[in-house]
């Protein structure tokens, strides 16, 4: 018998050890031979404090984040790069603690590392998820090369407000492309295989709300309700899940009340439990202690405590997991088993990256040599720049400009402006390293282009960290602007933010061309009414004067590396722009937030001129430039809009078609958007939902049919039942170039 039970058992044993991953009994096994303190120091996140290659740190401060590191009690590091310094400190992680786990380095490779893509919100226009796609690829494979294993990478916040500054971080207003982007971009990030030495971890952030913060005040308060949340914000970070995201970061807000890194809910229930999700999540930086200034936590250890049990993994910053903690965990307070689970989460990411097998992979100086900036890397952000442009105003076909036999008067200092178009968060990407307008329009030799600065827009040195000097006084170089624009065949003015003007903080309440841009474009416009406006800026401007005015507006954004060479091709038409707008343009700021999938009032408005109905009585209600809008060199009609059935259940699909033509005379490319409307349902519905897109190229005089499925997967929303499900009842379709488009199609749906 006693045979019997021993054989047993180590058949269970055995079967117990074929059911479990090697990657399990690995954690498992390194997990056991943990201390307390070495758990919670792999839940320690620290910025980089001293140059690893100089000196020995000095200071009390420095001296004891060094102690921590050599005894194990650091997981992770942000803000280190470089090969050299990453290779001095894991060196450190490895060979001088007693277990040897490696260190993950972080850092904000946002829109690329030393090469520089366009802005995210720029990319986002491009509705091209391939490039997107390869855009990450491009920053992931610098980023390895300069020694760094995870990026604060993908800002998925779905944004409303053109006020709050990150709108330059995500892809703007709709849940439907934000999630299809978050998807590129994380597979841009991680690649096939996170093993790979050239991809890095990715992090969805910021979860959640943290777009929807009040008067688009940055680090704000979010009011949102259970069906915004789960209709409109949480989708695009479920699918990041989907597609194998390895981190999340929570934010800054308050979600029902409660600080997002003191969220269960959120973190424990939704992200780990109903989602699955097996990776970890960090803080946003400092945010565990900033549940105090909330009043949430009474103090920092109060803080730790809610943060561990809420189910924040690493403490980005703050330090009080390092230092309040293990008391917690020895009263009780924190359960041992939440803890473990902390740290297998932050475990499997470092061995999904290979870090066990090669704590310094991503430690190859010839790589970081021959990869940095290449020639490469360089062309790939340039097709992806021109691809983001979106044209919002052609009148007379000023555009495209001729290539011979022109005198053009360029006029901003924006248009001399090496470092503007790299945008806020440009990773290790140079000052002043940018191709400026100025530099991509003299590369066309068969014209003549005077430069003139006009006015300042700025003065003085700009940075992350200190607000941008706007000149509101100096009015020097309007005459000789004007006098440039007197004597030449057509005037390109670069107007719109320097870079360090949209971002993290930069939260504004106007929304105009900042300084004295829109008077000196006025004053130009005196003078010659063959303006082409280049706007370079970071998030919707309120343009209303120059729409009405200017007969050529081109939405440029901050483009990156590539900027001047991506403008003046298309300028030039070179490239015909086929960008897309992802965020609503205001007519001025009383109207923000705008949106185009608003839900309808009791009153709705149909008319300026009524009274009594949800409307303002100075200016209309639309956008000036709604969400997908975007023009081309040519013209595309839209015809011949059917259904394939009026009647489906949920275990069928119909299909919707139209035909797209070219009408005009270039060869373009189109953005065809398929809407859908659910007309009642067991809550207020919106007008139009994003369900679908397809990017088309036609030959001028060609046409082409688009299909488009629809099937129960795009009718489903989180009922007042507090689930993913649809509701029979009457559908429209519409398929047009934006989302104004107006003609449709009904079915209905019977479950």
Not at 48 to 77: C, I
Not at 711 to 726: G, V
């Amino acid at each position: 018998m006693r045979k019997l039970i021993t054989l047993l058992l180590s058949t269970l044993l055995i079967v117990s050890c074929v059911n479990k991953s090697e990657k399990e009994i690995f954690i498992n096994d390194l997990l056991s031979q943990m201390t307390l303190d070495e758990k919670i120091g792999q839940m320690n996140q620290y910025n980089g404090f001293w140059d690893a290659t100089g000196p020995m740190p000095e200071g009390e401060y420095q001296k004891n984040r060094y102690t921590h590191l050599k005894n194990g009690l650091v997981g992770s590091m942000l803000n280190v790069t470089g090969v050299d310094k990453v290779r001095a400190l894991q060196k450190i992680a490895v060979e001088q603690t007693r277990l040897g786990i490696p260190l993950i380095f972080a850092f904000d490779v946002i829109h690329g590392y030393q090469t520089i893509s366009p802005i995210p919100l720029a990319e986002s226009s491009s509705w091209d998820l391939e490039a997107i796609e390869k855009s990450a690829r491009v920053a992931a494979i610098e980023a390895s090369a300069a020694g760094l294993n995870w990026t604060f990478a993908p800002m998925v916040d779905i944004s409303r407000d053109a006020r709050w500054g990150r709108v330059m971080e995500g892809a703007g207003e709709d849940p439907f492309l934000g999630s299809l982007i978050a998807k590129a971009r994380v597979k841009g990030f991680q690649g096939n295989d996170l093993s790979d030495y050239n991809t890095i971890a990715a992090c969805a952030k910021h979860f959640a709300s943290y777009g929807f913060a009040e008067a688009g005040r940055d680090y704000n308060t979010a009011d949102t309700n259970e069906y915004t949340l789960f209709n409109t914000i949480l989708p695009p970070f479920k699918a990041a899940v989907d597609a194998g995201v390895s981190t999340f970061m929570n934010s800054f807000n308050t979600v029902d009340e409660i600080p997002a890194t003191g969220s269960s809910f959120l973190q424990r229930d939704i992200l780990k439990g109903e989602w699955g999700f097996d990776g970890f999540v960090v803080s946003d930086w400092g945010s565990i202690g900033e549940m105090i200034p909330h009043g949430y936590a009474r103090d920092g250890a109060h803080a730790a405590e809610i943060a561990a049990n809420a189910g924040s993994d690493m403490d980005m910053e703050s330090s009080l997991y390092i230092r309040k903690l293990d008391e917690f965990v020895t009263s009780g307070k924190v359960d041992i088993s939440l803890i473990d689970d902390a740290v297998k989460r932050i475990l499997g990411v470092k061995y999904d990256l290979g870090l066990f097998d090669d704590p310094y992979k991503y430690c190859n100086e010839e790589r970081e040599k021959n990869i940095l900036g290449s020639k490469e890397n360089q062309n790939a952000v340039l097709e992806i720049a021109k691809k983001s442009i979106v044209l919002l105003k052609n009148e007379n076909q000023l555009l495209p400009l001729k290539k011979k036999n022109q005198t053009i008067a360029l006029i901003g200092q924006l248009a001399n402006d090496k470092n503007s178009a790299i945008g806020n968060w440009r990773g290790r990407g140079a000052s002043n390293s940018a191709v400026s307008v100025l530099e991509g329009l003299n590369s066309y030799k068969e014209n003549k282009v005077i430069y003139t600065n006009g006015v300042d827009l700025y003065y003085g040195e700009t940075n992350f960290f200190t607000r941008v000097n706007i000149n509101y006084t100096d009015r020097t170089g309007f005459n000789q602007a004007k006098l440039a624009a007197k004597s030449s065949d057509v005037v390109v003015m670069v107007l719109g933010e320097e870079g360090y003007q949209t971002g993290e903080g930069r939260s504004r309440t106007n929304l105009l061309l900042p300084g004295l841009q829109q008077e000196l474009l006025k004053e130009v416009y005196k003078v010659n009414k063959n303006v082409v406006l280049v706007l370079v800026n970071g998030r919707p401007l309120n343009i209303s004067w120059a729409d009405e005015n200017i007969p050529a507006i081109v939405e440029a954004w901050q483009l990156g590396s590539q900027a001047g060479n991506a403008i003046a091709q298309v300028l030039y038409g070179d490239y015909n722009p086929s960008g897309k707008l992802t965020m609503s343009f205001p007519r001025n700021i009383g109207q923000v937030p705008i949106y185009y999938n608003y839900k309808n009032t009791g009153r709705p408005s149909t008319s300026f001129k009524q009274v009594t109905t949800s409307a303002y009585s100075d200016v209309e209600n639309s956008p000036l430039y709604p969400f997908g809008y975007g023009l081309s060199y040519t013209n595309f009609n839209y015809s011949d809009l059917t259904l394939s059935s009026e009647k489906m259940n949920n275990k069928q699909s119909i299909i919707a078609s139209v035909t797209l033509t070219n009408s005009g005379e270039y060869k373009g490319k189109e953005v065809v958007q398929l809407y859908i409307r659910d007309l009642y349902g067991s809550l207020s519905r919106p007008l139009k939902e994003l369900k679908g897109f397809e990017m088309v190229e036609l030959e001028p005089g060609e046409s082409k049919t688009i299909d488009f499925t629809i099937d129960n997967s795009l009718l489903k929303y989180y009922t007042a039942n507090k689930k993913w499900e649809s509701e029979s009842g009457d559908f429209y379709v519409y398929i047009g170039g934006d989302s104004y488009v107006d003609s449709f199609k009904k079915f209905e749906l019977i479950n």
